[in-house]
């Protein structure tokens, strides 16, 4: 039984899908102005290990996620500038840079082995979506019209906190000085579901007509568009990094209920953050590292993935260069491990029952790898059934298993040649020549090992 920690009721709950043919997964994509960094990666990680638990406990997943080409501010709220204007030039160079960050933004999934959303939806090309929800929003006197925008009005919405838990008189939104404010908001924790082309955004360059003349959406409105139209409402699953609690998923879920009157989705996941120096990684906050610089400091990209792994993704992580130098460190003895085993045969009963409890414990991934080392040391098992289950494993852990232990298989002719002149300087006990051949297998990245019968060829995991 799949038990997941649901942010809404703020406890770990039974999950019972909404139906038993797909289970609904939205997962809010990036804003692309820029490259993502490896705090938002932790976040696609986390939930690249939910999405795939769930197709290991047997159900199909029907995966949406948005990308952020328009309308999200750099003050996350009502305020500063449009995140993709303030990097572009003109109309054309903004959707240009879209989709030079979008296709980065696939190629680090791909790296990372996440398994790709099946629906990918910017923004930009949900626009009569979200003006749709505008209008019944608006209709049912949820919304309302100033000079500069269309607001949801919060005072309309009961339960606008229910997953901050905080009351409304407790946020300070529109206390900051930086605020543009909008004299006429009723209230200052209502936000825009539309801006106009007036005040601080006249010259803004991405815009639609709408009932209210042109302009562009608010950040919030796109996921609860997006999600409604390929999900319906209410889905099963949604997810986000910790920070989207409030204000995105908390407006998310006044749009959405506000409009439908029913719940958005039955079940809230959040990803706690990536800490570099004990404070937030984050664009912001100057402190970013990408998944392309550490490849070209010789890490292998799947090393970020162990140490993903190594935590539970509702613990903050701290991120070290040595802490990754740990994790590539564990992941080269695991590759070392399993490149001399035997074909996969019948696999180890008790260890995927612990695995299998491990995950469907709120994915409790750090137990997972232990359980996975436990099997790797016991004797009690030949390596033809470890790695049997060390495969099945691989379908959550993503560490790709078994490309490696196939690959490990395929020796290099180069490398066949110099074992073949290593055993006829062996055979003639011309030792001096027989030890420099051993020298130059290894610099191919393989390592002879003389047995009882003969010798044997493994292939060398070190630091890549
Ligand atoms: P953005 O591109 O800014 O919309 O963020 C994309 C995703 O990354 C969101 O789900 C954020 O919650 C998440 N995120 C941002 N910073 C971090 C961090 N330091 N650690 C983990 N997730 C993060
Ligand atoms: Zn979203």
Redesign the pocket.
Known sequence: MLKLFNSLTRKIEEFKPITDKAVGLY?????VYNY??V??L???LFEDFLRRALEYNGYTVKHVMNI?DVG?LTGDQDFGEDKMEKEGGSVEEILNLAKKYTDAFLADLKTLNILQAETLAPATEYIPQQIKLIEKLFQKEIAYETELAIYFDVSKFENYGQLTGQKMEDKKVGARSDVVVDKNKKHPADFALWFKLAGKYKNHLLRWDSPWGQGFPGWHIECSAISEHFLGQPFDIHT?????LFPHHTNEIAQSEGANDKPLANYWLH?????IREG????SEGNILTLSALVDKGFNPLAYRYLVLTSHYRSKLNFTEESLTGAQHALNNLYQEISNYDEPKVGCAQFEEDFLNAVNNDLDTPKALAIMWDLIKTDEFPTSAKAQTLFKFDEILGLKMKAVWEAAKVIPDVVHKLIDEREVARKSKDFVRSDELRRAIESNGYIVEDTLDGFRVKKKFDKN
């Not at 997962?27 to 804003?31: E, Q």
């Not at 986000?240 to 989207?244: A, E, F």
């Open positions: 997962t809010c994509g990036p804003t993502a960094h705090g938002n932790r976040t696609y952020t999200h986000g990094g910790i920070d989207h990803g706690e953050h990536l800490l937030r990684m984050g664009k």
